[in-house]
C-alpha cells in the first residue's frame, strides 16, 4: 500500500498490506502530495501536490522521480488523480475541471473531461467491464 502525508513531514510512504515493511519512497520536493494512482504496467507511482501544482512519478524500477507537468494552464491546484489505461485523470479546484491525458506525454496531449464541476476533489476511474467491490449484479 501506498499513502501520502501532508503532516510537519510532507511525504510518500509505503508498506506491505499488513503493515510491516514500511518505508520512505519520497520526501524531496513535496508539500501536499494527492491522488496517488498506480501504473502496474510501467512499474510507477503517480501523484499531483496542490502546493506546488505539480505532476510527477516515481519508478519503481529505477527510484527516479520524473516531473510531467509543473505549474501550467492545465495545472493550477490539482487535488484528486487517477489513472486508467494509457490516460491519466485529474481535478483542478482552480478550474472546477477533470483533465484527460495521455501518461506518456500529458503536458501536450490532453483534454477537458468535465468542467463546471465546483472544485472537484478525488476522482477513481473503473472498467465497466469489471464487477465493483461490494455490487451485486
Same mark, same amino acid.
Given at each position: ?23 520512505? +519512497?519520497? =520526501? &524531496? ?8 494512482? @498506480?501504473?502496474?504496467?510501467? *512499474?510507477? /507511482? $503517480? !501523484? ?19 516531473? +510531467?507537468? =509543473? &505549474? ?8 484528486? @488523480?487517477?489513472?486508467?489505461? *494509457?490516460? /491519466? $485523470? !485529474? ?47
Amino acid at each position: 500500500m501506498y499513502w501520502c502525508d501532508w503532516g510537519v513531514d510532507h511525504k510518500i510512504e509505503v508498506a506491505n498490506m499488513d503493515g510491516g515493511g514500511r518505508r520512505l +519512497l519520497v =520526501e &524531496r520536493g513535496l508539500y501536499w502530495p494527492n491522488g496517488l494512482t @498506480l501504473d502496474r504496467t510501467n *512499474d510507477r /507511482l $503517480y !501523484w499531483v501536490d496542490a502546493w506546488y501544482d505539480i505532476l510527477e512519478f516515481y519508478d519503481l524500477e529505477t527510484h527516479s522521480i520524473t516531473t +510531467l507537468i =509543473e &505549474r501550467s494552464y492545465i495545472l493550477q491546484h490539482p487535488f484528486g @488523480l487517477t489513472l486508467f489505461d *494509457d490516460h /491519466l $485523470y !485529474w481535478t483542478d479546484w482552480s478550474l472546477d475541471t477533470v483533465y484527460k491525458a495521455d501518461k506518456t506525454s500529458p503536458s501536450s496531449n490532453f483534454t477537458v473531461f468535465a468542467d463546471g464541476l465546483g472544485q472537484p476533489m478525488d476522482i477513481h476511474a473503473y472498467d465497466k467491464n469489471q464487477t465493483l467491490p461490494g455490487k451485486i449484479d
